[in-house]
């Protein structure tokens, strides 16, 4: 009885000193290279950039969706908040149809935040009138937050942008 009396303690200490030393295995998160994150996150953001422009330019509507998420939601000057992807192909088939419409944008300062990214970009359209007329250059800013699809491709999830120059005579 002695004897078991002895052990106990010492199995009772093994235990506990082992199965704490597992706990704080677990518990140790593998180290993040945030710089070397960033770097790879940003290049994937300039891709994304120039594949935006490339389906623009090609008129490519489904192309263009692709980078929008389902559940969007944008604020824009002037509209009501617009919720979902849908008014996208809408305002493009009938930018495609009445105008010879381009788009360029960059992200500026670009910040992960979790799994989603919060950036500010500018941008610049232009417009030109089929049916004759001049060209139309409009520029602006905006703040977006992406997130990744499936298949790891960014998305717009959040898009809120102001057009530079608007004329604000009729707001109040």
């Not at 929008?68 to 617009?82: A, F, K």
Request: aromatic residues 10%.
């Amino acid at each position: 009885m002695k004897k078991l009396l002895m052990i106990l303690p010492l199995v009772m200490v093994l235990c506990l000193t082992f199965s704490c030393q597992k706990a704080e295995e677990v518990a140790e998160e593998p180290e993040v290279d945030v710089e070397a994150e960033k770097l790879i996150v940003e290049k994937e953001l300039r891709a994304m950039e120039i594949a935006h422009k490339a389906a623009i330019d090609s008129k490519d509507i489904e192309g263009v969706l692709q980078f929008y998420s389902s559940d969007l939601i944008t604020i824009s000057p002037g509209e009501p908040i617009l919720y979902g992807n849908d008014w996208i192909r809408t305002t493009l088939n009938d930018l495609y149809n009445n105008y010879d419409f381009t788009e360029d944008f960059k992200f500026i300062d670009i910040r992960i935040i979790g799994d989603r990214v919060a950036a500010s970009y500018s941008f610049t359209q232009q417009t030109t009138p089929l049916a004759g007329g001049e060209k139309i250059e409009q520029t602006g800013k905006g703040m977006v937050i992406l997130k990744q699809d499936e298949m790891k491709n960014w998305q717009f999830e959040w898009n809120a942008y102001h057009m530079d120059d608007m004329d604000i005579s009729n707001y109040e």
